[in-house]
């Protein structure tokens, strides 16, 4: 149990281009995901946190009219990278956690999309 | 701020054991995770600690002592697939925000 999935795994695009990724809890409902950026030989950094219909809430320092966020249901979140640039480019991955589930304290995460912006 | 120390690298011989320390500062504690990356993959989960003491799982245990901010991953009689990237992770409030180090990388050499 607890499978997180996450659509594309890779994605390379053009600057100034929007990219979309989904991620999707398959056998629970995510009452929180999380949204966290990788760059090389880094650690993860949280992005922001959402809550299934109710705004994200963004980290300091994270643009949240640039990285746009949409948790419409309890299996589905989405970030969007709007007007996407090099420096954008990164492993970005979410993650899962649900109030409803024994082992509520745990995120489960997904297996992230790596993100080339030209 | 959080404040999250854990050593960068580490080599070990296969069926050796390795201990990984993490040390943490932070405004609150309330729990601390220790996940498996391997690279270009997202973390795993390996063990979860919020009370005092050491817990077993097969091969790995943790360790934590809340008074010291202190924690440890134990990995026993290592296999070339144990070379990772493990990851220390405090909670440190209720929001269940996770800070995390910045990584230890582990390689098992035969």
């Known amino acids: 149990g607890a499978v997180v999935s996450q659509h594309p795994s890779w994605v390379i695009c053009k600057s100034g281009t929007s990219v979309k990724i989904e991620c999707r809890s398959l056998d629970f409902q995510a009452t929180t995901m999380f949204w966290y950026r990788q760059f090389p030989k880094q650690s993860l950094m949280l992005m922001a946190t959402s809550n299934e219909g109710s705004k994200a809430t963004y980290e300091q320092g994270v643009e949240k009219d640039k990285f746009l966020i949409n948790h419409a249901s309890l299996t589905l979140s989405t970030l969007t990278v709007t007007s996407a640039h090099p420096e954008d480019s990164s492993f970005y991955i979410c993650?899962?956690?649900?109030?409803?589930?024994?082992?509520?304290?745990?995120?489960?995460f997904g297996p992230g999309t790596r993100l080339t912006v030209l | 701020g959080q404040n999250i120390d854990q050593p960068t690298e580490m080599t070990a011989t296969e069926g050796a054991i390795v201990q990984i320390n993490c040390t943490y500062q932070t405004s609150g504690f309330n729990g601390l995770f220790w996940y498996q990356q391997h690279a270009g993959e997202a973390p795993t989960f390996l063990s979860y600690?919020?009370?005092?003491g050491l817990e077993e799982k097969g091969r790995f245990s943790s360790f934590l002592s809340r008074s010291k901010g202190y924690s440890y991953l134990l990995l026993k009689e290592l296999q070339m697939k144990d070379s990772a990237s493990y990851l220390c992770?405090?909670?440190?409030?209720?929001?269940?925000?996770?800070?995390f180090g910045a990584g230890t990388t582990v390689t098992v050499r035969a």
């Open positions: 992770a405090v909670r440190s409030t209720n929001d269940y925000k996770l800070s």
């Open positions: 993650s899962a956690r649900s109030d409803l589930q024994i082992g509520s304290d745990t995120q489960y």
């Open positions: 600690n919020v009370l005092d």
